[in-house]
């Protein structure tokens, strides 16, 4: 997909209503710097000067991120839970651009191709023509037949299943999208087995046998001692 | 360059501060000796909320916990990896040995996978069943009063089985299987494998009052702030500080030689300072490398003088000779029975709750060594790639996959958790021809000569990956699950990992009675050299179906008590 040029002269007329558009979605490089030191992850000093250097690179243009920022919008649209903008999942797919640089070329290729669609069929960018419209561009790259070899597929179904990738995973490793997803742990608790409802609709159980051998959480706190035979005996 | 001396004198020199590095500092300063440590990274302390990742969520990352700094994902506690800036390593012809280091107090055991297997009577007469490779100078009865002590010491979790070679210790009672364990437990039964609790360095129940107890993070990769899991700084180091050892921490210190005199006997070591660049010389009566099997060969080989020009105790020629790794290979289900799942916290502690020891006779199959399942799998905490290929698995259902809109939704939520993976890890046979040398053209950025790998898999190892992987169809197919992807065939080894994946590294320096044979002896001391001890997985003659730690830290403890009783005799 080198395409980029003929994009430039096919859109010089279309500028206006993309620029004014970027406000409405807000996500900027300036906004993506400002979060510099709020990751507070237990870094190393070589790590910490490594994520810096990544937080001062530019990758996308703001119109690009503004692009996007809608075609994320798209693959999961706002819901009570939360929106990608909550989840900053742009901003997430700014850095790993730059965290791993294989992502560059075909996330800026297939921004260009979407553009390109938008300009051949409505004459204006894929940001700046109806939601309906956007969807219509869409649907024809969407869908996959999961029995085939991503690789064999064409570059824009590829691209859109790494945005989907992204999408997807920005949002639910977020703090709204983990509490959407429902995840109960990475929290300080004592885990004494499958909750019995859940064994029931299994059909599962534990083994009489081995009940007795399992931790009694009760006495978890108690000293452990044992015989000489290793049996604990506390 | 010009080394700058220190006039301190210690009774040892301790390098490296893992595992075995860990247990000498403990016994050895417990004893009343003068000890120094030499660790080539930072210092690192798994309660400092600077360094801590226990806890942490994906979105604290800008990453979200990605794999791009830190090979296991930002919040593994190794600071390390398979490649370090400045400190490569090289492989002779078609070798593809991967060597992961973690350079840190307590090295690598910050973010092991806490899997504390005593090796079995069989386990040290290898050669005796097989005829392969070679048996150990010693037998299960000279190290189970070690396997015991560690065991009281640090805490193992298990259960009594009386199988002869998994042989059981003084355990914590283990935590209930997880769902997908016990969909695991059915079908492995179903295909004659046995399944049994588990045996992890987590403390289940209290054993001290300096250690916390598990409070099922599942973080164990990310090294407990409560010290509730082993690692070497938090259950070895920093108690032996406590209880008031003479122990000198120099960190951030790269060793390059053993210093020896012209009796050839140690004097000490050499090292790099890492944050001035200049090199220091240590001086101790007894030197104990530690550094891990390659680190430690390493620094054996490039130490040479006119008494040792081979290497220091390297008369056999076998110093990185008998190098071997566990075996691994691998593979994802799919279980239809898991989708919808209704979700509650199932994280329990960082590993496996349930595991298969090797369950056959090798005499009836056409490989000789063995391997243990690991299983995996369950409702983990989302970080970078959850949700990727979101619903891919509709093509169980016949269905097309991809789309938006609120509908991958609804798919992650049908597809969390609706996974499990099994693991074998095997036992290698120790070849003389798989080794690790010094390139001779090749130095890292402290100057200091690099490893060179040479290491081929044989039929045996590719046997037994295929064994594994017609093991892991016959479990799928006995729970109704779906394999992620094809089987792997003889085009890629059977899916066979690659030398030096599974980081049970072994054998660079295998004791032995005959000091031909042989690098150390049964006390771990080297024939050449009578005060330098290895006491990392170096000595191991043979790898066992098991992970190596807790044998390293059982021999260094059964190494340490020698090195006392020596210097009571004043024999240093």
């Given at each position: 997909m080198k395409r980029r040029d003929s994009i430039k002269t096919i859109t010089l007329g279309a500028i206006g209503a993309s620029y004014l558009l970027n406000g409405c979605y807000g996500v900027t490089q300036e906004k993506i710097k400002r979060s510099l030191t709020r990751y507070q992850y237990g870094r190393t000093p070589q790590e910490k000067l490594y994520d810096d250097k990544l937080f001062n690179q530019e990758f996308f243009t703001d119109e690009e991120l503004t692009t996007l920022n809608k075609l994320c919008n798209l693959i999961l649209p706002p819901n009570d839970y939360g929106s990608i903008e909550e989840a900053e999942v742009v901003q997430l797919i700014e850095f790993m651009a730059k965290d791993i640089p294989s992502y560059q070329k075909p996330l800026r290729d297939g921004i260009d191709w979407i553009n390109e669609q938008s300009e051949l069929n409505f004459n204006q960018k894929f940001i700046d023509i109806s939601e309906n419209s956007q969807k219509q561009i869409i649907d024809k790259i969407a869908y996959y037949d999961p029995n085939l070899d991503m690789n064999d597929l064409p570059d824009e179904v590829q691209w859109f299943n790494l945005l989907r990738n992204l999408t997807l995973t920005g949002y639910f490793t977020s703090e709204v999208g983990i509490k959407e997803l429902g995840y109960k742990g990475n929290s300080p608790n004592v885990w004494d087995g499958v909750p019995q409802e859940v064994l029931d609709d299994h059909g599962l159980s534990y083994d009489e046998e081995w009940l007795s051998k399992f931790v009694d959480q009760s006495k978890r706190l108690d000293t452990a001692k044992w015989d000489e035979d290793g049996n604990l005996i506390s | 360059m010009e080394i700058k001396k220190t006039s301190k004198q210690y009774d040892v020199i301790i390098v490296g501060s893992g595992a075995g590095g860990g247990m000498a500092t403990k016994v050895l300063s417990e004893a009343g000796l003068k000890v120094a440590v030499v660790e080539s990274g930072p210092y690192y302390d798994p309660a400092n909320p600077e360094q801590m990742t226990q806890l942490k969520w994906a979105w604290q990352s800008p990453r979200r916990g990605a794999g791009t700094t830190r090979p296991f994902g930002d919040f593994d506690q190794a600071?390390?990896?398979?490649?370090?800036?400045?400190?490569?390593?090289?492989?002779?012809?078609?070798?593809?040995?991967?060597?992961?280091?973690?350079?840190?107090?307590?090295?690598?055991?910050?973010?092991?996978?806490?899997?504390?297997?005593?090796?079995?009577?069989?386990?040290?007469?290898?050669?005796?069943?097989?005829?392969?490779?070679?048996?150990?100078?010693?037998?299960?009865?000279?190290?189970?009063?070690?396997?015991?002590?560690?065991?009281?010491?640090?805490g193992v979790f298990g259960t009594k089985e009386n199988l002869y070679n998994e042989p059981d210790g003084f355990f914590l009672p283990p935590p209930k299987p997880r769902l997908h364990e016990l969909y695991y437990i059915k079908a492995a039964k179903k295909a004659d494998i046995k399944v049994i609790p588990s045996r992890l360095s987590v403390i289940t129940k209290r054993i001290n009052n300096d250690r916390g107890v598990c409070f099922y993070c599942n973080g164990c990769a990310r090294s407990c702030n409560v010290y509730a899991d082993f690692s070497s700084g938090s259950c070895l180091i920093f108690p032996a500080q406590n209880a008031g050892g003479q122990i000198d921490l120099y960190v951030n210190s790269m060793v390059r030689t053993v210093e020896t005199n012209s009796e050839g006997k140690a004097t000490g070591v050499s090292y790099i300072n890492k944050d001035d660049g200049n090199e220091y010389k240590l001086n101790g009566k007894v030197v104990v490398l530690a550094a891990s099997a390659c680190s430690s060969a390493r620094i054996l080989l490039n130490s040479k003088s006119k008494q040792h020009p081979n290497g220091l105790g390297n008369s056999s020629d076998l110093v990185g000779k008998y190098l071997h790794d566990s075996t691994g290979g691998d593979m994802m289900a799919f279980l239809p029975q898991l989708t919808n799942r209704k979700i509650y916290n199932e994280d329990g502690v960082g590993g496996m709750h349930v595991y298969s020891p090797w369950w056959l006779d090798n005499k009836k199959l056409d490989f000789?060594?063995?391997?243990?399942?690991?299983?995996?799998?369950?409702?983990?905490?989302?970080?970078?790639?959850?949700?990727?290929?979101?619903?891919?698995?509709?093509?169980?259902?016949?269905?097309?996959?991809?789309?938006?809109?609120?509908?991958?939704?609804?798919?992650?939520?049908?597809?969390?958790?609706?996974?499990?993976?099994?693991?074998?890890?095997?036992?290698?046979?120790?070849?003389?021809?798989?080794?690790?040398?010094?390139?001779?053209?090749?130095?890292?950025?402290?100057?200091?000569?690099?490893?060179?790998?040479?290491?081929?898999?044989?039929?045996?190892?590719?046997?037994?990956?295929?064994?594994?992987?017609?093991?892991?169809?016959?479990?799928?197919?006995?729970?109704?699950?779906?394999?992620?992807?094809?089987?792997?065939?003889?085009?890629?080894?059977?899916?066979?990992?690659?030398?030096?994946?599974?980081?049970?590294?072994?054998?660079?320096?295998?004791?032995?009675?005959?000091?031909?044979?042989?690098?150390?002896?049964?006390?771990?001391?080297?024939?050449?050299?009578?005060?330098?001890?290895?006491?990392?997985?170096?000595?191991?003659?043979?790898?066992?179906?098991?992970?190596?730690?807790?044998?390293?830290?059982?021999?260094?403890?059964?190494?340490?008590?020698h090195i006392v009783s020596e210097f009571k005799k004043q024999n240093f």
């Open positions: - | 600071y390390g990896g398979w490649d370090i800036e400045g400190e490569p390593y090289t492989q002779k012809d078609d070798t593809n040995f991967r060597w992961f280091r973690s350079r840190m107090l307590g090295g690598r055991t910050n973010h092991w996978g806490r899997i504390s297997l005593r090796f079995g009577p069989n386990d040290f007469k290898k050669k005796s069943i097989d005829g392969l490779g070679e048996d150990w100078p010693i037998t299960y009865d000279d190290l189970k009063p070690y396997y015991d002590k560690v065991d009281k010491l640090i000789p060594r063995g391997y243990h399942i690991e299983v995996w799998g369950g409702m983990g905490a989302p970080t970078y790639g959850t949700g990727f290929n979101v619903n891919h698995f509709n093509k169980f259902f016949g269905l097309k996959a991809g789309g938006y809109g609120d509908v991958l939704r609804s798919d992650m939520k049908k597809y969390y958790g609706s996974t499990i993976g099994f693991s074998g890890r095997g036992e290698s046979v120790a070849m003389k021809s798989n080794y690790c040398e010094i390139d001779p053209n090749k130095v890292d950025k402290y100057g200091v000569p690099v490893l060179r790998f040479n290491y081929k898999w044989t039929d045996y190892e590719i046997k037994q990956a295929k064994h594994m992987q017609d093991t892991f169809e016959e479990i799928i197919h006995n729970m109704g699950g779906q394999p992620l992807w094809n089987k792997p065939g003889i085009e890629s080894n059977y899916g066979l990992t690659k030398p030096g994946e599974i980081i049970h590294e072994v054998g660079t320096t295998r004791m032995g009675k005959n000091p031909k044979e042989s690098v150390v002896d049964q006390f771990e001391r080297m024939h050449d050299v009578d005060n330098v001890f290895v006491v990392d997985a170096g000595p191991f003659v043979s790898q066992a179906d098991k992970n190596p730690t807790w044998t390293i830290m059982a021999l260094a403890w059964r190494a340490s008590d």
